[in-house]
């Protein structure tokens, strides 16, 4: 395939080329020759190799590729056999797909790029058939249409090894879009703004209004109403998608994704805020999603963000989740500082999932709630470090079996003996027995006995995974507090 420099708008001009008989030199294009002597990278400025095949003089074979300007213009990488984009929110497209018989090429990142360089894709084709026995069907038929031009031969030929023979020999064009229908640089389309609840009026009527920056005021500088700062709110289901996916990650009173974040107030339990104006940051594909979860509350924002979006001031989380996180990644670096290892391993590449998502559940579920104590069990006791527990006193912990007893049995060692470290412990033992009764296995009585232990029994799933959550801070801080 070639793409050849064109004034697309003289249709005729492209058909005068594919019935040139020399246009067929196409397919003998030798990259550094020229007739005066000058380097032109394929020996005519007007012409260049979309595909090629290569040869491989270490394994004498012919590799197919596409040409790397192509590559470069839609910032596309490789995998294996494959081009991929990568969206706005990070997720992979595929572009280009490379195996030993084709080249497969998205056609709107093709025609987006034939656009650009004002240029046209010839595809130069041929296909031949051959038989040991005389055809009694002949035929010698030359077919054109507007972007077509081939020719289908079907004879009997005598003297050869075969009898008869057949061949379908042509070329197509294929044109690029328009330059305004790319949506690239100055074509760009101007970004797109969704209405979103900023409250109701006197009669409980639901008042929308865009989130376009440019329509919204500023406390220091105009009185346009709404204001930029005007909390927005959402139903925390929100968050699941991203949470859900390895593209994005959620932070505290933040989401980020490839090519965008948003800050949010996510320190409440059932409903996220954003700030009007922040709106404006998601794509649009994105605000079309948030839309589906507004609601009208009159909840104001978090202390926390009050705190630090307005007193300037640096705190700490007030969600249990996010406390749990960030005090688990401050235990264990204070404690590689102190002791030279880390006391919670770090995760496989393929579990890191797990603290990631770990969160209070965003939806009543036993589905959701059993997940999260999946996480919480293996970030907190499947991590301890048991190796350098027992490194640390080796005769005395060498019989002793299971995470728990181990780190319960290196703290009365470390002198904390005077500490009540029971109702720790055995709060620890009760948060590994309801994964062991509930989730690992069937659930049976024991998983009950587990939860009324925990005094979650009667408690809905947040509420439930909240005092889980809790006992497992008060655990953190303990060891903060005690060791370091």
Known sequence: MYICKRNLEKKSKCNDELENENFSELTHLNPYCCSDGTYIRFGNEDIERFVDYRHNLITDEFEPSITEEFVYFHDLYKEKNSYYKLNENGEKEEIVKIDENSILVNKKYLKQYLAIKDMVLIICFEYRYYQNHESNYKKNQNIKT??????????????????????????????????????????????????FIIGTDPNCKEVLHTCNPSKLGNMYFNDIKPDFLTPIYFKKEVLSKYYQSDVFEVTDNTIRAHEWLLKMDNQRDQVVSVYLGDLADLPYSEQQYWKCFNIVSDCGI??????????????????????????????????????????FKDLHSEDSHYLKDLRIPVSVSQSEFDLQILAFVKVLF??????????????QLEDVKGSISILEKFLELKNCANIDIKKHMDNLKNIQNLRSTGIAHRKSKNYDKAKKRLE?????????????????????????????
């Open 456 to 484: 979650i029994k009667d408690k809905n799933f947040i509420e439930a995974f909240k005092t889980i959550l809790s006992k497992g801070l008060e655990f953190l801080e303990f060891l903060d507090i005690t060791l370091l």
């Open 302 to 343: 978090s202390k926390t963000s009050f705190d630090r979006d307005f007193m300037v001031k640096w705190v700490g989380s007030e969600a249990l989740d996010l406390s749990f996180k960030s005090n688990y990644k401050n235990l264990n670096k204070k404690w590689k500082e102190k002791f030279g290892w880390q006391l």
């Open 382 to 395: 499947d991590s301890l470090n048991e190796k350098e527990l027992k490194k640390a006193f080796p005769k």
């Open 146 to 195: 507007d972007d077509t031009i081939y020719s289908n031969y079907i004879d009997n030929i005598r003297g050869l090894s075969y009898k008869s023979f057949g061949r379908i020999f042509g070329k197509k064009i294929i044109k690029g879009m328009a330059k305004e229908d790319t949506n690239l640089w100055e074509y760009e389309k101007p970004p797109e703004y969704l209405e």
